[in-house]
């Protein structure tokens, strides 16, 4: 018995059928694993897109940390990159009986969100270092160090200026005119760390801009407050007032002034001899 040509027609069609239907399986199977390999390729890119938007600041954090007053110039250079305005003062303000030749302030803006200001000698070394926070995304810790560590305390940006450090008790505060009001309240502690003594100081200022209309009217509600609790007392010294925190309209200021500046000087240095006035960046170095 010899085959039939139909059966054999019909056999070769169901075995192109069912090849072609194996292909269009494996066809959309690999279709398939294609859109769900893409999607979860743009899903991780997308999550680490966003970590790493999220997750800005302790790079930022980790580079304050790593400087110091007394480092050259060349360090502060090397990791904030270059400065956005590099000053000279042949005319050092609060210094008339000093040589005041060779003083240069550096301002270093590495962001949008803070500034840095350093005044530096002639020979290029940090006499003073202060960071500036313009934005309430940015809230870096500061250690003032001690030699006794159970003393030692964090000085954080963002925080408010009674949250700080308990025992100290000294307002420092400020006006000053330069074409527009600026205003600044501050605290200071000279201590013992492991370079020798240094002066540290923290407070909070309306340097950097505001960004809405209710904020500014909020600071200027603020610092007229200052004003009058300043008009009632008599100073220590130049814009220096002792004020204890049980003083129920002290500590009220304190808690409503948010800190956003940070200071440090040299080993052996003092912050008050360079910034008379206000801590850290004004308002023409700001922007």
Known sequence: MGDHPEEHDEGLAGRVHALSKRNILVVVV?????????VSTLATAWNVALKSTADWQPPEYRKLKSLRGGHTIERFTKILGP????????????????????????????????????ITDRSGSTLVYAVTSCSPDFDPPFVVDRFDAKHRFTVTLGSRLSEVHPETATVYRWITATGARESAVSQRVTTGDDDGKREYAWGSNDVCPLTSQADRQGSDSLWDDWEKWQAGRTPDDVGVYSAERTDRETLSLMERSVVNVYAESHPGGSISLYYPALLGVNRFTAD
């Open 30 to 38: 690999l279709f398939v694993s294609s859109v769900v390999t893409a």
């Open 83 to 118: 400065a956005s305005y590099r000053i000279p003062y042949p005319d050092f303000v609060g210094l008339p009986d000093r040589d005041t030749a060779g003083l240069t302030k550096h301002v270093f803006r590495p962001r949008d969100e803070y500034r840095v200001e350093v």
